[in-house]
């Protein structure tokens, strides 16, 4: 199944395509590396990556993406968060996107989404760049030769970049798009190179198919011990999923997006797309190593032209830069994907008020209504539009712009998980101490993994904790080598009484964005509100 089909007819038929000029099915990465570099799209730098351009496009377009409203599906869609067009207009859609195509070469991989054999889904991606066809081949799973003779997809991805859309009669915002129509099972993305929006098209589809079925899908990374004692890391992009998650001292199942079944934990992919900007070869050794790898794409990364050599400090092309590699370059990664339930859960946060403290213990009332609030700051160069500075944010269950179905149907999920399987649930801040974004610091990530190892271990559990004034977690008094004062936020500030105003106002922004999801909660969530 490694090789080149010629015509539309053979393969792509069924979708419309016609008169290409040739198909590639299922390459293999030295074909795709290959194609890549014949065609212009990436060069090699030194010690094998693939380093490719994203163009205008360095992270998702939030506002280009939208779901096509049928009559039999509208009442699954949360459509306070989700933009819609009308079949006719994706209709429109595909029919001017298919003409595009005409006369050039497409690149499709068959692949699953999901690890688990019982809840995955199959997948066609249908790309225009050969790069992005690696990119996805290493960001899904990867189905062995009996699978592909016998694969039939569940869902159609077309992803053509140089195609661009028009506002009047696709009912886009301007030539980006990325358009779903879970009815039809298709999902059509032009005018953006950035492959990010095919990986994050996927986990849309199975947020919305996976419910139904009682598995909770969830944007988090996931380890388990040498016990087995899994654990989960709810948190958006920049707060440290990935690099938390890859521990040495703990097996990685998976960097972003998971399901929890009755089964326990599964990985919806095959790989990692690490942040790339300031890797650091000290703190995060795992990942940096897939930097100097054959195999992985990295994405708006600085190289020499001369030496070849990579500049991961250096943001000029894009602060949002990235890399793509397949799992298996995580040494201790679990090729199986799958974990049993989970003893802890950990909500990330970046906090850019200074206001958290750098770990606290939830009540099951408390991690809900924290899962709801989904506080974060969205980190320059994630999305499109975004600025240098962090822009603090609430985004419901940690993810979104992924979550198609109303946000309750995703807690209630989740808190009937936590109960059933008696998890500790802790909030975890990496974001800023001793002040504010621009007067405090970041988190030290040394901090961060010594509070985390004691969480996962058990040990911070033993500890003595007080009650936080204003939020109602507990917080540790001490914690192994984590100094006390490192523990209290209030008394990193050079000014207490400005920390106290700074939680205030942010303890307002909380209980003000929590007023939508008030009328979906018990009481007991309810009262797990700061104190204004």
Known sequence: MDGAALGAEPLLGDIGFRNLKKTYLNLKEPA??????????????????????????????AKDKFIVRHYASEGNIWWDNAAEISPEQFDALKEDMIAYAEGKELFVQDLFGGADP????????????????????????????????????GFTIVNLPGFQANPDRHGTNGDTVIACDFDRRTILIGGTSYAGETKKSVFTILNYLLPEKGIMPMHCSVNVGKQGDSAIFFGLSGTGKTTLSADPN?????????????????????????????????????????????????????????????????????????????IEFIPNANLD??????????????????????????????????????????????????GNEPQPTFSTCFGAPFMPRHPSVYGDLLGRLIEEHDVTCWLVNTGWTGGPFGEGERMPIRVTRLLLNAALDGSLNNKEFRTDETFGFEVPLEANEVLAKTLNPRETWKDPSAYDAQAAKLAGMFVENFGKFEAYVSDEVKAAAPRV
């Open 337 to 386: 994907g799958v974990a049993g339930h989970p003893k802890n859960v950990i909500m990330l946060t970046a906090d850019a008020f200074g206001v958290m403290p750098p770990i606290a213990r939830l009540t099951s009332a408390q991690a809900m209504y924290h899962f709801l609030s989904g506080f974060t700051a969205k980190v320059a160069g994630t999305e499109k539009g975004l």
């Open 118 to 153: 019982r809840h995955r889904l199959s997948v066609r991606v249908v790309t225009e760049l050969a790069w992005h066809s690696l990119f996805i081949r290493h960001l899904l799973r990867r189905p062995d030769v009996g699978e592909l003779e016998q694969f039939q997809s």
């Open 250 to 326: 703990r097996e990685l199942i998976g960097d972003d997006e998971h399901g929890w079944s009755p089964y326990g934990l599964f990985n919806f992919e095959g790989g990692c797309y690490a942040k790339m900007i300031r890797l650091s070869a000290t703190a995060e050794p795992e990942i940096f190593a897939t930097t100097q790898r054959f195999g992985t794409v990295l994405e708006n990364v600085v190289m020499d032209p001369v030496t070849r050599t990579l500049d991961l400090d250096d943001p000029s092309l894009a602060e949002n830069s990235r890399g793509a590699y397949p």
């Open 32 to 61: 795709l590396y290959e194609l890549s570099v014949q065609r212009g799209e990436g060069e090699i730098a030194l010690h094998g990556p693939l380093v490719v351009k994203t163009g205008k496009h360095t992270g998702r377009s």
